[in-house]
């Protein structure tokens, strides 16, 4: 069985460019998360969707960031335009259901904004 | 915002020791589960303990779980270089979210 997939798995940017990531979660995994990971720090969830629907955004800086999960199955995070505190990790996770449950990490994308 | 302070920061051992690492939560939850991370790599969950249980087994890890003190640890035993990882403990709650701590920097000496 395929794991989560992410891509890309680094990027370099300048500040001011947008930047979008992809993620592909486990088949039949209805519950998409997107989290950003700071060095040193553990992962701070931006946003969570159940199928198509994002039932938790409240984390997500609005402003600059959007997400998407067409048909229910891949996601997108954009940012636009990045800023020099964006540079993080960029963690994707999936799970079957029943939210509180175990969740499958892909192995993150990397982003360096100069 | 993260629920969970790990204690300690960062621990390092000789191979063969045991490894202990603490979470400490703020909020009531569902259940607790610890996830492994290697450097430049995503999370691999290890465990997850309800918050029914006190204690929970698996391999050769143990966890513990006190919702009085809203504390949890997460035992290793037998290490081994391959343990070498940041480990983080995660609260699910009633709201589903799930919501980690700040990570434990486990590094084991040959």
């Known amino acids: 069985e395929a794991g989560v997939v992410q891509s890309p798995r680094y990027k370099i940017i300048e500040k001011k460019q947008p930047v979008a990531f992809w993620c592909n979660p486990i088949?039949?995994?209805?519950?998409l998360y997107w989290y950003l990971q700071n060095l040193g720090q553990g992962p701070e969830l931006l946003i969570r969707y159940e199928n198509e629907e994002a039932v938790d955004d409240s984390q997500l800086p609005k402003d600059r960031f959007s997400a998407e999960r067409l048909k229910g199955v891949d996601s997108t995070l954009k940012i636009q335009p990045a800023e020099l505190g964006d540079s993080a990790v960029y963690l994707c996770?999936?799970?079957?259901?029943?939210?509180?449950?175990?969740?499958?990490f892909g192995e993150g994308s990397r982003l360096t904004v100069l | 915002s993260q629920q969970g302070e790990e204690d300690p920061q960062a621990l390092s051992i000789q191979e063969g020791e045991n490894a202990t690492m603490n979470c400490s939560y703020k909020t009531s939850i569902n259940n607790l589960q610890w996830y492994r991370q290697n450097s430049g790599r995503g999370l691999v969950h290890l465990i997850l303990?309800?918050?029914?249980?006190r204690e929970k087994h698996s391999g050769r890890l143990r966890v513990t779980l006190d919702t009085s003190k809203k504390s949890s640890s997460l035992l290793i035993t037998a290490s081994r270089a391959a343990d070498t990882a940041s480990y983080f403990c995660a609260t699910g709650s009633s709201a589903s979210k799930i919501i980690f701590g700040s990570g434990t920097r486990l590094s084991i000496r040959p």
């Open positions: 088949s039949g995994h209805n519950t």
């Open positions: 303990i309800r918050s029914n249980e």
């Open positions: 996770a999936s799970s079957p259901g029943g939210s509180t449950g175990e969740l499958f």
